[in-house]
């Protein structure tokens, strides 16, 4: 089993940055790749940026390519999303997410591709 736990988020004036971080635990070294996820109330779960750890290939959602940026710190089980620019859109609750799996365009967006998944950290953006 693998534990994710995230944290970093907040209220944010639209314009401003945040850093979410995301801190694995338990059987790591199954893990294939992490990303996050984010999902509003009475919404679809929406794929935001993955990262996979063989390799270091990024991917992102349409909407937030050329604004967020996935990173692992590599000294420990962490993946990070700096994120800039916020807009309103991107309030909603961000969720932490790892698979044993490879990934490719196709299953890196599908939910249901992943094995493992936080309980999420809230990030509202304030017009």
């Known amino acids: 089993q693998v534990e994710l736990v995230e944290s970093g988020g907040g209220l944010v004036q639209s314009g401003g940055s945040l850093r979410l971080s995301c801190d694995a635990s338990?059987?790591?070294?199954?893990?294939?790749?992490m990303g996050w996820f984010r999902q509003a109330p009475g919404k679809e779960r929406e794929f935001v940026a993955a990262?996979?750890?063989?390799?270091?290939?990024?991917y992102y959602a349409d909407s937030v390519k050329g604004r967020f940026s996935v990173s692992r710190d590599g000294a420990r089980d962490t993946v990070r999303l700096k994120m800039n620019s916020l807009r309103p859109e991107d309030t909603t609750r961000y969720f932490c997410?790892?698979?044993?799996?490879?990934?490719?365009?196709?299953?890196?967006?599908?939910?249901?591709?992943?094995?493992?998944w936080g309980r999420g950290t809230q990030v509202t953006v304030r017009e």
């Open positions: 997410v790892a698979t044993r799996w490879a990934l490719n365009s196709i299953t890196v967006v599908t939910h249901d591709h992943y094995d493992y």
């Open positions: 338990g059987r790591t070294s199954s893990i294939y790749a």
């Open positions: 990262l996979s750890w063989t390799g270091g290939s990024t």
